[in-house]
């Protein structure tokens, strides 16, 4: 180990500063902001969507402006089989799903997709699950009700 990596560092370069005129060592007059305008004056943040006041583009193309149009109302979650063999309980719902941060609490649905191996007897209320799923999980003895 080198004693140039242990050594503490005793001087430190301060920071230039821009409009402190010439002995800043910076510039001086303008310093690095053009001649004139609204970026070149103390105290300019133009917003990235600015368009120099004329009519912005979210206000100028109709649909854009949201107001949750397009929303979806009813997000469903998408389960597979390694999920629900996360949870120890028998008879899943989507509240008990919510509770062991299986899912989101946003989550108004949920469905079963055959992806994994299910390892136990499980009983579905309130929860969809695909065709396949509905196989794999009454064949181990388990329900789907919906």
């Known amino acids: 180990m080198s004693i140039l990596s242990i050594i503490k560092k005793i001087s430190t370069n301060k920071m230039k500063r821009l409009g402190r005129g010439y002995?800043?060592?910076?510039?001086?007059?303008?310093?690095?902001?053009?001649?004139?305008?609204?970026?070149s004056r103390?105290?300019?943040k133009v917003p990235l969507w600015f368009e120099g006041g004329s009519l912005p583009l979210s206000k100028r193309i109709p649909m854009w402006r949201g107001k949750g149009r397009f929303k979806n109302l009813n997000p469903s979650a998408?389960?597979?089989?390694?999920?629900?063999?996360?949870i120890e309980l028998t008879d899943?719902?989507?509240d008990s799903l919510k509770l062991n941060r299986i899912i989101d609490k946003r989550f108004k649905?949920?469905?079963?997709?055959?992806?994994?191996?299910?390892?136990?007897?499980?009983?579905?209320?309130?929860?969809?699950?695909?065709a396949s799923a509905k196989k794999e999980i009454e064949a181990l003895g388990g329900a789907v009700e919906i």
């Open 92 to 94: 899943i719902t989507l």
């Open 23 to 39: 002995g800043s060592g910076k510039g001086g007059h303008t310093s690095s902001r053009g001649q004139k305008g609204q970026k």
């Open 109 to 130: 649905k949920a469905k079963v997709i055959s992806k994994g191996k299910l390892n136990k007897k499980v009983n579905l209320k309130g929860i969809g699950a695909s």
């Open 78 to 86: 998408e389960l597979t089989f390694d999920d629900l063999n996360k």
């Open 42 to 44: 103390t105290g300019s």
